[in-house]
């Protein structure tokens, strides 16, 4: 299945506007992202009969509905890796027909993006080791870490923007070998979304 985003929605009845929030859960059930499971499990407010999600299209540039819940909270399944998506939500009341209360501001957030893999790492300088990575879509930018030992404490290597794939590290220890591991990361306005780790690759330096 695909990334799930878990939508919530904290609001104060039909008086005020609901505020809308996104955090990822992993298939394993992890969050990720920047709000903790807790938030998921809020209790429903009182006022409202149930909530409007929509979700932004990008080819009608419109936003549409998505559904009607009745809790404070929805997972969506089924959505493309590396991808920005938008939601607002609206709670209404049923009382002489449906009677909606006001949008909820903007939230965008994306979903995981693909995993990266080392494609190649090589020491042909001295004390130098040159690490490739792949290149995945929607990420803005990868993290690369590297350590003394597989199972050892990694420390990051550098940051690198969109598209950018490879990078050298200098002034290592030459005979040793070294470990290095990279991933993607999204920035949203619901924070930071990363992908998970590449496998580990190593390298004894020249």
Known sequence: GGTICAVYF???????????????????GAVAGPYGKS?????????ADGYRIYQYNTKTKKYEKLKDVTT????????????????KVRAYKKLNGTNYGAYSAEVATATKCATPKITKITSSK???????????????GYELY????KNGTFKKLG??????????KSKLTSGK???????AY???????????????KSIKIK
């Open 126 to 140: 001295k004390g130098v080791a040159n690490i490739a990575w792949s290149n995945v879509s929607g990420e803005t």
């Open 10 to 28: 904290l609001s104060d009845g039909m008086r005020r506007r609901p505020h809308v929030g996104c955090f990822w859960v992993g298939a394993d």
């Open 72 to 87: 404070n909270s929805l997972k969506i399944s089924k959505l493309s890796a590396g991808t920005k998506y938008k939601y």
């Open 39 to 47: 938030l998921c499990r809020r209790a429903a407010v009182g006022g």
């Open 159 to 168: 940051t690198y923007k969109v598209n950018v794939t490879n990078a050298s």
């Open 186 to 200: 999204t920035k949203t306005d619901s924070g930071t979304v990363y992908s998970a780790w590449s496998s580990v």
């Open 146 to 149: 590297y350590a003394t030992s």
């Open 177 to 183: 070998t070294y470990y290095f591991k990279v991933r």
